[in-house]
């Protein structure tokens, strides 16, 4: 017969468990994030009024006022044909296959606010900050003419 003895191992300290639950929260603060962008990637909206452009419903919406927007350079564009406008680089945005939202920087070196789902129906909108909007709506131009209207209506 053989007798044997258990030693039990001294509990690990209580930093240990701390580990755990910061990896653990950063770990459900990025599942938060991806649930949220993978829901706002499907409700960004653009909204023309008298006060201007406002994007919404990502990280990267804003309101563009009006006096901020080139309207007589604006057109629409085909990204497919168009390799002067297409995105180079993001700089700061999301950038997943049929989906570009923020900042990116153009081929031609510009700077560019992106919400593009369809690269052969962009409205390119160049602004007096610097950087142009381009936004994948089903009607780019009657996109441009809203705005447009507002503007002589201001």
Do not use: C
Request: proline share 5%.
């Amino acid at each position: 017969m053989n007798a044997s003895t258990v030693f039990p191992m001294i509990p690990a300290a209580s930093k240990s468990l701390w580990f755990f639950a910061i990896i653990s929260l950063v770990l459900i603060g990025v599942l938060v994030l991806m649930v949220w962008l993978a829901w706002s990637m499907q409700h960004v909206r653009f909204t023309v009024s008298n006060e201007g452009l406002r994007l919404q419903g990502d990280l990267y919406g804003r309101l563009i006022p009006l006096k901020s927007l080139k309207l007589d350079e604006a057109v629409v564009t085909n990204l497919k044909t168009d390799r002067d406008h297409q995105p180079k680089s993001r700089t700061m945005g999301t950038g997943l296959p049929g989906y570009s939202a923020g900042w990116f920087k153009l081929r031609n070196g510009e700077k560019a606010l992106l919400f593009v789902t369809d690269n052969t129906r962009v409205a390119r909108i160049p602004t007096t900050e610097g950087y142009s909007v381009m936004l994948s709506v089903s009607e780019p131009a009657a996109l441009i003419d809203e705005l447009k209207h507002q503007q002589a209506v201001r």
